[in-house]
C-alpha cells in the first residue's frame, strides 16, 4: 500500500474510532458483539514472507511489479481495468492477509477444475477471471506481462509451501447459514451503522487523489454481475472475516449475512456473459439462491446492469 493511501485510511480509521468512542455516538459500537454463530476459524498456517526478501534481479522486478498491479490495478494495469477497484480491496494487505483469499492460499491449489468454467483452469487463467469479471474489465491475454508479474508475485509469495493442500487461511471463510434468511431491511440497517461511515451512504465509496480510498460497493464503478463477490456467501464471508476495516469478526453472522445481501441486492455493471435476457442468463450462470441477479428484491429485478457513467 502506498504511504500516502495508508495515511489516508489511518486518518478514516482514527475518525472511524473517535466516532465511536464518544459517548453520544456509542450506541451502536459500545455494546459487546453477540456470540457468533460460525467455528472459530483456526490460524493462518502460512506466514508469507516479508516484503523486504524479494530479490534485486530480474525474477525480483517482475514480483515487485505484480505487487504493484495488485495494488494499483487501475494504474499499473490500466489497459484491463474497467471500475475504480484494485485487486487489493478484496484481498487484503497485498494479497497476504489470511481469510481474505490471500494469494498464497490459491497459488500451490492450481491448476484446477472450476465449476464456473466447467473445466481446469491454469493459474494464469484464474487470474483472467478477476481482470473480466471483479475489475469489470478485459482480461490480459495468456503470456501478457501483467499476468507473468502477477503470477510471479504469487509464486514468489508462496514459496515453502506445500503442493496442493489447501492452507487454513485460504479463501474467505465458510459461514454457516443464518437463523433468519437474509434479509434487506435489516441489512441495510447494519450498513448505515457499521458501513457509510467509509463506503458512502450510496455505496459509491471515496476517491482522493485519483485513487480509490474506500471502493464502491456497488454501481458502476464496482464489481460486475459475474464476479464472486456477487454470490452472498462469498460476500457474507469476506465481510464478516474482514470489515468493518480494522474490526474484522465483530459482526454477527446474522449481520454479516444481512449487509451481504443488502450490498448484492443492488445493480452493477452488467455480466459480460450477458446472453439479452435477464432470464437467460440467470439461468445459464446464477442458477443457486446465493446469486440475486434475476430475481426481484425490494420491488426491484436485478439484473439490468449499472448505466455508464
Ligand atoms: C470485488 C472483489 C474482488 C476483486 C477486486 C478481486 N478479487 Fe480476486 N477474488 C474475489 C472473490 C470473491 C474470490 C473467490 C474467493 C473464494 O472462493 O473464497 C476471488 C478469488 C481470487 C483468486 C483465487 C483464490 C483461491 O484461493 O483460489 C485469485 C488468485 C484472485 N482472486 C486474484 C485476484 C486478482 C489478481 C485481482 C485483481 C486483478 C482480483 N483478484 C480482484 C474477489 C475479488
Ligand atoms: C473504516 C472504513 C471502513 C468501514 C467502516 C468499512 N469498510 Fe469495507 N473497505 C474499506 C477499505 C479501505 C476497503 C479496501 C481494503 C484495502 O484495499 O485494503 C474495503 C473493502 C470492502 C469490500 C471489498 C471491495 C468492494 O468494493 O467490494 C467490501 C465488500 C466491503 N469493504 C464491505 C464493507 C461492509 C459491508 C462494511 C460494513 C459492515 C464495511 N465494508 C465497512 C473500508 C471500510
Known amino acids: 500500500m502506498k504511504p500516502a493511501r495508508l495515511m489516508l485510511i489511518a486518518t478514516a480509521l482514527s475518525l472511524a474510532a473517535c466516532d465511536h468512542g464518544a459517548p453520544q455516538a456509542a450506541a ?5 458483539p453477540a456470540p457468533a454463530t460460525s467455528a472459530p476459524r483456526k ?5 508469507p514472507p516479508p516484503e523486504s526478501s524479494i530479490p534485486d534481479d530480474d525474477f525480483g522486478k517482475q ?26 480491496n478484496c484481498h487484503l494487505d497485498a494479497g ?41 474489465g478485459k482480461a490480459p491475454a495468456l503470456g501478457d506481462p501483467v499476468l507473468v508479474a ?20 485460504r479463501g474467505y471463510p465458510k459461514l454457516t447459514k443464518p437463523a433468519l434468511a437474509p434479509d434487506y431491511g435489516r441489512g441495510e440497517a447494519v450498513f448505515k451503522r457499521d458501513c457509510a461511515f467509509c463506503h458512502g451512504g450510496d455505496g459509491q465509496g471515496q476517491q482522493a487523489a485519483g485513487r480509490t480510498v474506500f471502493p464502491p460497493l456497488w454501481g458502476p464503478e464496482s464489481f460486475n454481475w459475474g464476479a464472486g ?23 454477527t453472522d446474522q449481520d454479516a449475512w444481512d449487509v451481504a445481501y443488502y450490498m448484492d441486492a443492488h445493480e452493477r455493471p452488467q455480466d459480460p456473459r450477458f446472453t ?28 439490468a446492469g449499472s448505466p455508464d457513467r
Open 28 to 32: 451502536p459500537i459500545a455494546k459487546a
Open 43 to 47: 490460524p493462518a498456517a502460512f506466514t
Open 63 to 88: 514480483v515487485a511489479l505484480g505487487r504493484q498491479i495488485f495494488i494499483d490495478t487501475g494504474r499499473y494495469a490500466k489497459a484491463y481495468v474497467g471500475n475504480q477497484l484494485n485487486c487489493e
Open 96 to 136: 497476504r492477509l489470511a481469510h481474505s483469499a490471500p494469494l498464497w492460499g490459491a497459488y500451490p491449489l492450481y491448476p484446477a477444475y472450476r465449476s464456473k468454467n466447467h473445466h481446469v483452469n491454469t493459474f494464469a487463467e484464474r487470474l483472467q477471471g478477476c481482470f473480466n469479471y471483479s475489475m469489470n
Open 150 to 169: 502477477l503470477e510471479s508475485y504469487a509464486y514468489w509469495m508462496s514459496k515453502g509451501e506445500p503442493i496442493g493442500r489447501s492452507l487454513p487461511g
Open 229 to 251: 463477490m456477487e454470490q452472498v456467501n462469498n460476500a457474507a464471508g469476506f465481510i464478516k472475516a474482514n470489515m468493518p476495516l480494522g474490526r474484522g469478526n465483530t459482526l
Open 276 to 303: 439479452g435476457s435477464i432470464a437467460a442468463t440467470r439461468a445459464a450462470y446464477h442458477d443457486t439462491p446465493e446469486s440475486l441477479y434475476g430475481t426481484t428484491v425490494n420491488g426491484q429485478l436485478l439484473g
